[in-house]
């Protein structure tokens, strides 16, 4: 990222013939045929129906098929949620006629009915394999009844472990519910219990890479190196350099580049350029694929990139497109998708995004580590408010601060004061403010704090202060810190001023400057993909902040900040919420 400047803009300005754009329908694969009815229709996720033919099959035969078919019913009862039903059908199953596979699966069972009657003792016995042992198509459900049964003796610990492995053996939602659980438990440790338990871990196990990330989070060192891991779905790119730069040779780039959300496509799509020309290493045949700004030509597009041979997808950006992707069968075709949905990404792909909770994320760990636990929190009625605030006050919790109260605005009252003064429980001031609000009420707020008895509190912003901004009010704000792109700020020397590229690309003017950071980013995840995902605590300097991978395979973005000082925004002290000063910054 070290080349950009005039060369790069006429390249941009002029565009590049290499750039297409494509459109063309794909296809989806039809499922594999099953052996018999009963074992198609659980295949189909037909549960019920598949009890209900294994059980018919059962009926119908003799001898060790017998009790295997019993078992199956068995199964297929309890993921239809009837566990009467899947208690009798296994009640059926002598498990002396069963070997294998099919012996597993009913010590299995047991484990979960025991659990169900509150024995955890006896679900832990019937689980006591080694876990090399068992089939990868229980290992999951194995992990599930051990945690539980472990929580259920108090032995949260073992539990949590015990996720960690799960989280290896499964994915979608699942894996997404087993690392949230691990997150939340160790967000609740205190610093030196999360170093000694960290440290205790043997070599290998999958719960040191998350203590490990919550230890870098807090800006703690770790007891010893993570250990490297395979790239996922990266194996066919050509060798990394010596400083893990590994871009794939055919990238295809999914972006809404017509339709009505073509001028946010055209800053993406100008930004990453901007990266891809400013690299002066080995770079891929790249290739635009119009997305329409809907989920079908998503699709459309992601079929024709596949039929391309592209070797990595970049996109897409609306969050309904990216859920319609990841719902797909993995193909094994890494993905960094320019947008977060429902859906966690599948092993080996990302999700990128410049989301209100990852700034209300940001903003609790900067006040954590600053030791400002007690916070306040003044809103409004608005999507992206209450985006920041739930994830804000998540985070806060699960690293042991406290939400004190929170203060709704409104424009049909502008008197604030007595909210905010109610909100202060027996008088004790908060240590700090957290506001999710636009420009016009911050400012209207700030007017109020020494009125409630607020003044010389420290305020932290998200970014929607910056929405309804007026240079010449906003003299009121000054002091109060939001998250910002580094580049937007000067930190990024290599990389073009803001302003003066804004009067050159039309992409990168006005609201379309984040965007256009958000595809130099984007360019630069694919090219340090496999880099990231080899090194858990690795870290790439983006224009948008700094980038890492969490446990769910989700990037992390840390951002730089700003702070108010006469109306306008300017680097923010990194030590510390500081409204005057500016000793250095962290980039």
């Not at 039809?30 to 009815?37: H, S």
């Not at 004790?428 to 636009?438: G, H, V």
């Not at 939001?482 to 990024?492: A, V």
Request: one cysteine or more; a neutral charge; aromatic letters at 6%.
């Amino acid at each position: 990222m070290s080349r950009l400047s005039s060369l790069l803009l006429a390249l941009l300005l002029a565009g590049c013939a290499s750039v297409q754009v494509t459109r063309a329908p794909g296809a989806a694969d039809e499922p594999a045929p099953a052996v018999t009815p009963a074992a198609r229709l659980a295949d189909e996720g037909r549960h019920a129906e598949a009890a209900s033919a294994y059980a018919g099959d059962a009926r119908a035969a003799r001898g060790r098929e017998r009790e295997r078919l019993w078992l199956y019913a068995a199964d297929q009862y309890l993921l239809a949620g009837d566990e009467a039903a899947a208690r009798q059908a296994w009640a059926q199953s002598n498990r002396r006629r069963l070997e294998g596979h099919d012996l597993q699966l009913h010590d299995l069972l047991a484990a979960r009915f025991a659990n169900a009657d509150g024995r955890p003792e006896q679900a832990l016995s019937l689980l006591g394999q080694r876990r090399s042992t068992m089939p990868g198509a229980l290992a999951p459900r194995w992990h599930r009844e051990r945690a539980e049964a472990l929580r259920a003796l108090n032995r949260e610990f073992d539990a949590v472990a015990e996720l960690a492995w799960l989280a290896t053996v499964t994915g979608g939602r699942e894996r997404a519910e087993a690392v949230r659980g691990i997150e939340q438990y160790l967000g609740r440790l205190q610093d030196e219990q999360l170093a000694a338990r960290a440290a205790a871990l043997p070599a290998g196990h999958p719960l040191y890479l998350h203590a490990g990330r919550a230890l870098l989070q807090r800006g703690l060192p770790l007891p010893r190196p993570f250990e490297r891991a395979a790239g996922q779905g990266l194996e066919g790119l050509p060798p990394a350099d010596a400083d893990g730069y590994r871009p794939p040779e055919r990238l295809a780039v999914l972006l809404p580049l017509s339709g009505p959300l073509a001028a946010a496509g055209q800053s993406v799509r100008d930004g990453l350029l901007a990266g891809y020309y400013g690299e002066t290493r080995r770079r891929p045949t790249l290739r635009f694929y119009d997305t329409g700004g809907n989920d079908e030509g998503v699709l459309r597009a992601y079929g024709r990139a596949l039929a391309d041979q592209a070797q990595m997808i970049v996109g897409p950006l609306m969050r309904s497109g990216v859920d319609a992707l990841f719902a797909l069968p993995d193909p094994g075709l890494p993905v960094v998708a320019l947008n977060r949905g429902q859906l966690p990404p599948p092993t080996g792909s990302t999700s990128f995004t410049l989301s209100p909770e990852e700034e209300g994320m940001a903003a609790a760990d900067r006040l954590i580590e600053r030791g400002l636990r007690r916070v306040l929190a003044v809103t409004q009625a608005d999507d992206n408010a209450g985006r920041a605030l739930a994830a804000f006050r998540e985070r806060l919790l699960a690293r042991g601060g406290e939400i004190t109260g929170v203060v709704t605005v409104s424009e049909e009252n502008p008197d604030y004061v007595p909210a905010l003064q109610s909100a202060q429980a027996g008088g004790l001031r908060p240590d700090a403010l957290f506001l999710t609000l636009k420009a016009p009420q911050a400012r209207l707020l700030s007017s109020q704090l020494d009125n409630a008895g607020l003044l010389g509190v420290p305020r932290l912003a998200s970014s929607l202060i910056l929405s309804g901004g007026n240079l010449r009010l906003d003299v009121e704000l000054d002091g109060i810190e939001y998250p910002e792109l580094p580049w937007l700020l000067g930190l990024r020397a290599d990389l073009p001023e803001p302003e003066a590229l804004g009067r050159q690309l039309p992409g990168a003017q006005g609201g379309g400057a984040r965007l256009f950071a958000f595809g130099l980013d984007a360019w630069q995840l694919a090219a340090w993909l496999d880099h990231l995902q080899r090194d858990p605590g690795a870290r790439i300097r983006g224009a948008t902040g700094e980038l890492s991978l969490d446990a769910q395979g989700n990037v992390q973005r840390r951002p730089a900040w700003a702070v108010f000082s006469g109306g306008r925004a300017r680097p923010a002290p990194d030590g510390a919420l500081l409204s005057d000063g500016f000793p250095g910054n962290a980039y």
